[in-house]
DNA sequence: GGGAGATGATTAACATGTTAAGTGTTTGCC
DNA sequence: GGCAAACACTTAACATGTTAATCATCTCCC
């Protein structure tokens, strides 16, 4: 079998851990996981958003979210109110004490990833990126395999 | 600030779902979860190995892997014993139970990573690999952005 | 217009991630 | 040789990942 540590999953944790080894210390001074960073960041750029969509936005699953919404509501940074044409859905967007919360963050973060490009450098970084988005689209369609033994 | 979808942890934490979405079933057939399985897999790279260098070969922190230790010993899929020369060290082995069910998933598991590396192209894969080892190598040494604001 | 099935969201249950604290052992040093 | 600090590992506590089940609403079709 291939050397283990050589394995794409693993390859792909590490650098990811390299990554957000830079910024978790900065989230935690402003009491944000990196989730609930991810959630509020991803509220910014709409105006208001449903819950599912919010979690293809910011990557996360249903259950997942659904606590984090809780507990962001519950600090006031996110306002949840339900949809008038649908009472499933629920509509999120972020609060005026969420957007200075993010502003609070921001700049130390784009310092952070400011480095990281200029230590990796700006191409290179590019060149990365362009790579992930295709080996996703490479596995998108991809069956699941699942059928492996007695099921 | 940069588009969201775009920063880099959101771009490997996506590529390396993509991936692991392809292999979770079949583990998932055997009883295991993934880092059960990093664990199994690098076990079977050595003798034994104490518990501290197992936690770095398979990138896991130690609280996760004391658990998933009780669990598979409990399992009787690896052996535990204390070192002779410092009672504080324990050393694991993978137990013969355990290289049965690791022969068992190999050959779908190798089929899957056939399958994705066929899909992205051999080249490109390596490619894909040495970028990220490049990744991490560049972040080694950097601050940690600790002293972001009152501390 | 009413009931079966689909859909959006949450809850439940268990495994892991993450940081801090605790436990027992060893080491270095006086 | 004994004690403070370092070390290896585990436990604790809380947040998230993951899958399954539940709940409420809605849609479709008869």
Chains 1, 2 share one sequence.
């Not at 629920?90 to 130390?108: F, R, Y």
């Amino acid at each position: 079998m291939r050397e283990f540590s050589r394995s794409l999953p693993m390859s792909l944790l590490r650098a990811r851990e390299a990554v957000m080894r830079q910024f978790r210390p900065s989230l935690r001074n402003h009491g944000l996981t990196e989730q609930q960073w991810r959630i509020l960041r991803a509220l910014t750029a709409v105006e208001a958003i449903e819950v599912t969509e919010l979690a293809r936005m910011a990557f996360l699953l249903g259950p997942s979210l659904s606590r984090i919404l809780r507990d962001l509501e519950a600090r006031q940074l996110v306002e949840r109110k339900t949809a008038v044409v649908d009472q499933r859905r629920a509509v999120v967007s972020i609060s005026a004490k969420g957007l200075k919360l993010i502003e609070a963050v921001a700049p130390t973060s784009e310092a952070i990833y400011a480095e990281i490009t200029r230590r990796f450098g700006a191409r290179r970084l590019s060149e990365l990126q362009e790579m992930l988005v295709v080996l996703e689209q490479s596995l998108a369609d991809m069956a699941g395999a699942d059928s492996d033994d007695g099921e």
